[in-house]
């Protein structure tokens, strides 16, 4: 079953996140998830050792990052204030019912078998390109990327490197949460979560030819996915408090 917790960064969502772990080792199912991702992403610091359970699931996730990555699909898993689901489909047929409507009406006064005028084909293409927009928005979906961003040496300003990555902008594309994360010989890594919109942003493109290019690569080496996943919309709510 999917499910949806609200404000994790809030002392009540917090609070509800530790009472939904305390018998789960994991979001949903036995092992480490896409879901566990999801969630991770969403609180933007560590979370205080007063909620033992989020405190001891954060930490396991966390590890399991650095170490090997999270592979398992999980069912489903929504963040309110995070991720949000959009509603828009849901109001949709309403509206397509009322031009339904509308069109019946009017077709009470149209000759069949006349010509059709210019103000009718241009009514027509509107309503057609009205109808493809709204089929795009409705596909276009959303993916939780967990990046680690590596600098060139130990002697290389990791407050510059985090405010070169937080400097790219683009249309579909949100930073979230990061973390200074220890690489070996007093080198660091900066690890950080973003959101994106797959029909905006591509990956490959954004390290490419933002990350690990000039002005940016003054700092940042090289760029790796640590976890990419697409952010699910089935949910489940459970009431917060």
Not at 15 to 39: H, P
Not at 43 to 49: M, R, Y
Not at 56 to 67: E, K, V
Not at 154 to 176: C, F, N, P, Y
Request: glycine share 6%; hydrophobic share 40%; net charge negative.
């Amino acid at each position: 079953m999917a499910a949806t917790f609200y404000n994790l960064n809030s002392e009540a969502g917090l609070k509800k996140l530790n009472e939904y772990l305390v018998t789960r080792s994991y979001i949903t199912g036995y092992q480490a998830s896409k879901d566990d991702i999801t969630v991770y992403a969403a609180i933007s610091s560590v979370p205080s050792s007063e909620y033992t359970n989020v405190s001891r699931w954060y930490f396991h996730i966390d590890a399991l990052l650095r170490i090997s990555g999270v592979s398992g699909d999980g069912k489903g898993v929504t963040v309110e204030g995070f991720a949000p689901v959009v509603e828009e489909a849901s109001e949709a047929p309403a509206t397509n019912d009322a031009k339904a409507d509308a069109e019946e009406d009017d077709d009470d006064d149209v000759d069949l078998f006349g010509e059709e005028t210019e103000e009718e084909k241009q009514a027509a293409e509107a309503r057609a390109a009205s109808v493809k927009a709204s089929g795009k928005k409705k596909e276009s979906g959303k993916s939780s990327v967990l990046l680690d961003v590596k600098p060139w040496d130990d002697e290389t300003d990791m407050a510059k490197l985090e405010e070169a990555v937080r400097s790219v902008v683009l249309e579909g594309l949100t930073w979230g949460a990061s973390k200074l994360v220890a690489v070996g010989y007093g080198i660091k890594k900066l690890q950080i979560m973003m959101t994106i919109v797959d029909d905006l942003v591509s990956i490959d493109d954004l390290i490419e030819e933002r990350l690990t290019a000039e002005p940016a690569n003054e700092y940042i080496q090289s760029c790796d996915i640590v976890a990419f996943n697409k952010i699910c919309t089935t949910q489940l709510r459970i009431q917060g408090t």
